[in-house]
């Protein structure tokens, strides 16, 4: 999508005035009990949230928010099942127009956050069993999961 | 009532001469039709007038805010009307980046007189500019002749591309009701084009291809549409089928 483009930039709008952005994740296949949603936030830190409504036979994921026309904005796709987020894409950067469009891609990469959790629960001491059991299961469930991402993704 | 945009940024795709033909053919089937020529270079205007000239075109609707109803002429042997084009237009762009609404002054200039006609057809230039983007915002679709011989899947791209800026940066849908294969000489070219078009791009691509054809140009030479001046040429023939045909796909 074009970084503002004067050409196509709605001289009728100012930056202040708030525009339906029509949100669509393309090429999505979520399977039963999945759902996705959009998180944006604008220049001044404004967190933005939205589940998206899944269009099955498109293949498509789609909501609306108001945001400031043309504003920079960064905004990250999540897909979840329950409490859990399976996948994410990438913190991806726009400026707010009428569509906001993505083609679903998952994020592999860590944030930095994420791996400093993770390593700080493996320098935890091994030597309480509660934790240990715990731990195992959290294993399964990621084996689970990884096969669940192979699964989909064809890897 | 529709307004269509003619659009390619390739030049010499037979842009102009499928929208007067085309233009023309409909008004023979009864409906009422009027050409706005958004091209600097005033093809359609000449090839329906000559050397005439005239005291305001669409130069004047979108730089000076005269109303559409007073830069309509009627050209007599087409029995359609059109909004002409002139030199000057090719330095608006600059003079209508200053407006406010500079995106909408065709579409809000054809508002006022798009009820008094079936169908609009707009002649686009090839060049991506503020008229262009003026063009596609005033359109509810738009058709897309190709030269098979010199196709390029660029090409498309490129068109969807602004298709797609258009709906992203202003709020405008446009529907792209197909390609049509224009000046083949060899068929065996055609069915690569249809493929790609078709496969790679999913879009419709219109039946009636028209043919290279001697009298199409002459036609333009003798400001006629090719139905007057050669009825039974293969051009005419192929320009009246595509002109069923567009006026049959409703959706
Ligand atoms: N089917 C055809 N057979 C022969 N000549 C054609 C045909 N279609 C267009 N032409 C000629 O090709 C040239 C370019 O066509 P034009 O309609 O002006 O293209 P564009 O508007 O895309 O630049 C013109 O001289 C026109 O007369
Ligand atoms: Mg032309």
Known sequence: MTKGNPLFVDSTKLQTDSIGVNIELTNLFLREGESAFIKVTNEKGQVNRTALKYLE?????????????????????????????????????????????????????????????????????????????KSNESVSKGVERVSSIMAKWGF | MSIVSVINHKGGVAKTTTSINVASSWAKMGKRVLVVDLDPQASATHSMFGKEEFKKTVFDVLVNRVPAKEAIVHAEEFNVDLIPSELLLSGCDIQLAAFYGRERILKRALDEIKDEYDVIIIDCSPSLGLLTVNALLASKEIIIPICPEYFSIKGIELILDTIKNIRAGLGHKVKIKGVIITRFRNRKVIGRVL?????????????????????????????????????????????????????????
Not at chain 1, 68 to 90: C, N, P, R
Not at chain 1, 93 to 99: D, G, K, L, T, V
Request: aromatic share 10%.
């Open chain 2, 195 to 251: 493929e790609d078009v078709k496969e790679a791009f999913n879009i419709k691509v219109f039946k009636s291809y028209i043919p290279d054809n001697i009298s199409v140009e002459e036609a333009h030479h003798n400001h006629l549409p090719v139905h007057k001046y050669a009825p039974r040429s293969k051009g005419s023939i192929a320009y009246r089928a595509l002109s069923k045909e567009l006026l049959n796909d409703e959706g």
């Open chain 1, 57 to 133: 036979q498109d293949n498509l994921a789609q909501g609306q928010l108001w945001l400031f026309h043309q504003q920079k904005i960064s905004y990250q796709f999540y897909i979840t099942k329950g409490e859990d987020v399976l996948f994410t894409t990438d913190l991806l950067e726009s400026r707010a127009s009428y569509i906001l469009q993505h083609q679903w891609q998952p994020c592999f990469k860590m944030s930095s956050k994420e791996k400093v959790k993770k390593a700080a629960i493996s320098k935890k001491p091994k030597n309480k069993i509660k934790t240990q059991t």
